[in-house]
């Protein structure tokens, strides 16, 4: 398995932007499909962005289609999340995961970071 560490959470207002990363261990993070997951109090965990074979592809939940941006960095093992435009309705614990598959689906996500709080006031 991979190890997934996420950071840059926090709180924001309505309007403003936070930037999510998460690094990964071992090798194999090159090829895999990673992708964002939210899930907010009493809600299940959702879908946000993806990202897989070296970038080339890219896909996004309708709520956050043209606020969020999804990129990675070979180099550093790492996968950025830029939120801009957060809305009061982004507050949740977001998670980054790894999947072999591009799926919007959480369950052939086989790694999962910590999760990181995104707080947005209104």
């Known amino acids: 398995q991979v190890q997934l560490v996420e950071s840059g959470g926090g709180l924001a207002q309505a309007g403003g932007s936070l930037r999510l990363s998460c690094v990964a261990s071992?090798?194999?993070?090159?090829?895999?499909?990673m992708g964002w997951f939210r899930q907010a109090p009493g809600k299940e965990r959702e879908f946000v962005a993806l990202i897989s074979g070296y970038g080339r592809q890219t896909y996004y939940a309708d709520s956050v289609k043209g606020r969020f941006t999804i990129s990675g960095d070979i180099a550093k093992n790492t996968v950025y999340l830029q939120m801009n435009g957060l809305k009061p309705e982004d507050t949740a614990v977001y998670f980054c995961?790894?999947?072999?598959?591009?799926?919007?689906?959480?369950?052939?996500?086989?790694?999962w970071g910590q999760g990181t709080q995104v707080t947005v006031s209104s």
């Open positions: 071992g090798r194999a993070f090159s090829t895999a499909v």
């Open positions: 995961a790894r999947s072999r598959l591009v799926t919007v689906s959480p369950d052939p996500y086989d790694s």
